[in-house]
């Protein structure tokens, strides 16, 4: 498996961002830190949620 030892900050960031702006999209209510009384299905949401605009950015950039 390969290492992430360095992730670029600014990516980081943007992920982050990303993850709050899509969980509010959603309706799931994300704290800072741990979240772990989320449900499989409301984090797969979120997860899924962001991958399909990571696609769809990549896509209009083509």
């Given at each position: 498996?390969?290492?992430?030892?360095?992730?670029?900050?600014?990516?980081?960031?943007g992920l982050e961002?990303m993850k709050y702006?899509?969980?509010?999209?959603?309706?799931?209510?994300?704290?800072?830190?741990?979240?772990?009384?989320?449900?499989?299905?409301?984090?797969?949401?979120?997860?899924?949620?962001?991958?399909?605009?990571?696609?769809?950015?990549?896509?209009?950039?083509?």
């Amino acid at each position: 498996m390969a290492s992430n030892s360095y992730v670029n900050p600014n990516a980081k960031a943007g992920l982050e961002k990303m993850k709050y702006e899509v969980a509010s999209e959603i309706g799931v209510n994300l704290k800072q830190g741990y979240n772990g009384d989320l449900t499989s299905k409301q984090a797969g949401s979120i997860g899924g949620r962001m991958v399909k605009k990571l696609i769809e950015k990549a896509e209009s950039n083509m």
